[in-house]
T-cell receptor, first 117, second 115 residues
Framework: GAGVSQSPRYKVAKRGQDVALRCDPI?????LFWYQQALGQGPEFLTY????????KSGLPSDRFFAERPEGSVSTLKIQRTQQEDSAVYLC???????????????FGPGTRLTVL | AQKVTQAQTEISVVEKEDVTLDCVYE???????LFWYKQPPSGELVFLIRRNSFDEQNEISGRYSWNFQKSTSSFNFTITASQVVDSAVYFC????????????FGTGTKLQVIP
């Protein structure tokens, strides 16, 4: 497909486990974003990549959260020693350009629903 | 700092009624974009509309219409003759025009259309 894909769609983890969430952006898209959406809330920005460079990680809630995009395409969001408050939907979005006008729309993936027991 | 406020948490309407979803935003930027997204129970964010800060023309697309008023920093969304398939959570969002354009979302309004 031509859209943003994420895997797994659902993940259940026991408290203390490490998890890895994958995002496949649209091919050729330079920008990649991760958002966290808690239940009943709007998505909140976590981090941003321009190609392989992580230019903004100001939204990562703690040092247990780590994201990478080593080859400038697929990205992985890793959460170490998961806590119950990490339960949320994690959304990935990509856009074609770095900045600019209307052509730089973000396309969202379906999200990964993480439940920490 | 940017902020988007959707004061209506949940709205219920009977099918075929019109409904307006409110959105108020705050930004220091003079150039920005406003969006509405629909999030059905499946969870995926569906893009509905984008409006840039220089274009205050109202827009109509089928049963959907949007009222952008820069003077009151509002970007309201109206669904005419609502249908059950309109039931979803709707998010208003703001993007600054510079930099890498991270999206600031409101908290969403859950719309339930009752048959």
């Amino acid at each position: 497909g031509a859209g943003v894909s994420q895997s797994p769609r659902y993940k259940v983890a026991k408290r203390g486990q490490d998890v890895a969430l994958r995002c496949d952006p649209i091919s050729g898209h330079v920008s990649l974003f991760w958002y966290q959406q808690a239940l009943g809330q709007g998505p909140e920005f976590l981090t941003y990549f321009q190609n392989e460079a992580q230019l903004d990680k100001s939204g990562l809630p703690s040092d247990r959260f780590f994201a990478e995009r080593p080859e400038g395409s697929v990205s992985t969001l890793k959460i170490q020693r998961t806590q119950q408050e990490d339960s949320a939907v994690y959304l990935c979005a990509s856009s074609r350009l770095v900045a600019g006008g209307e052509e730089n729309e973000q396309f969202f993936g379906p999200g990964t629903r993480l439940t920490v027991l | 700092a940017q902020k988007v406020t959707q004061a209506q948490t949940e709205i219920s309407v009977v099918e075929k009624e019109d409904v307006t979803l409110d959105c108020v935003y705050e930004t220091r930027d003079t150039t920005y974009y406003l969006f509405w997204y629909k999030q059905p129970p499946s969870g995926e964010l569906v893009f509905l509309i984008r409006r840039n800060s220089f274009d205050e023309q109202n827009e109509i697309s089928g049963r959907y219409s949007w009222n952008f008023q820069k003077s009151t920093s509002s970007f309201n969304f109206t669904i005419t003759a609502s249908q059950v398939v309109d039931s979803a959570v709707y998010f208003c969002a703001l993007v600054n025009s510079g930099g890498y354009q991270k999206v600031t979302f409101g908290t969403g309004t859950k719309l339930q259309v009752i048959p």
